[in-house]
């Protein structure tokens, strides 16, 4: 049977995270260790009915891509940052932990194999491994699964903002919570369970983008991205804590910011700080879907707080161009962000 036509080239541009390669990286965690992993055909699994994820949200996931540059080879961006937060987000879970150089192998294998399914720059391959304890037993709430899978996925995904950046309408939410405030830094499902009532109630009500948490101690994140304040080359970002997560996105464009020259400030602040900033600055999200977008407003308490001119600032485009520049490997890799994949070496899966 000759192989299946590469997705990018029959897709008419999907929704973000709405196709797949045709491949899928799977190990299984039993007898406490890691079994072999190894590339299967992409496709439904069984799962049995009492599984402790199904019950008790045992579950975590990662996201990040790798990029096909000009000459041709596979680069994964960042990888060995994504393998330590999953095993950071397992082990608050008290889920199996997967090994760093078998989950590196799948991923570098997986990529290999998707090849054909990477689309021309400024697409890229989704990397997007799961865990999820197996274990078939209800009576466990206060037990950690001693079973689990790792699988990783991947599937092809082009520029969030085709035909260019629109500046962001973004809900201040102050009387939610979006997680639990020691699980913010695991990117668990529940997380998102969690933050999913009061993201839709915020974008609904409201007509928004996407919901900005804002806690008691300060400005926090939205429901899927950091946040970033920028104005007259100071950058301004809370710091890293447990409630919320350490994007690698967020800790790459503020390298690269530094490198820049400008100015950056980690610590708490709260909503009336960013509304002064606000005034003649500019207010951006970062994350490995839309690398870094732009806010035009803020809406809180019924009123609206445009975001300097109310555009994407030019501050915001030239890190993001920046950014992307070194994954699509336009521009050096001077932090070694980059990992190439070799072609046709397996690495952990069969
Ligand atoms: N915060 C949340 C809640 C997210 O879901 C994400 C996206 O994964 C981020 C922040 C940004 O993280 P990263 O830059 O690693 O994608």
Redesign the pocket.
Known sequence: MSDPTPLHATAARPAFGAVFAPHMAVADYRDGQWGAAEIRPLGPIEIHPAAHVLHYASTCF???KAYRWADTSLNVFRMD??IA?MQQSARLLMLPVPDSDQFAGMILDLVDRCGDDIPEAPGSLYLRPVLFGTTPTIGAASVPPAEARLIVLAGPVWDYFEGGLRPLRIFVDNQHL?TAPHL?EA?AGA??AS?LGPTVAGIRSHGCDQVLFSLDSGIQ??????FLLIRNGQILTRSLDST?????????VLTMARGLGFEVIERVFDVDEMLAWIQGGEAAL????VVMAGVGTLVYKGREYPVGDGEVGTETRRLRAALMDVQHGVLPDRYGWMTRVEPGVAHAAK
């Not at 994140?221 to 950091?226: D, Q, R, V």
């Not at 970062?286 to 879907?289: L, Q, S």
């Open positions: 990662e996201g990040f940052r994504n937060r979006r913010g990117k997380n998102y933050a994140e939205t429901g899927a991205s950091n919320f997560l350490p994007g690698v996105t967020r800790d790459s970062c994350g490995t879907a």
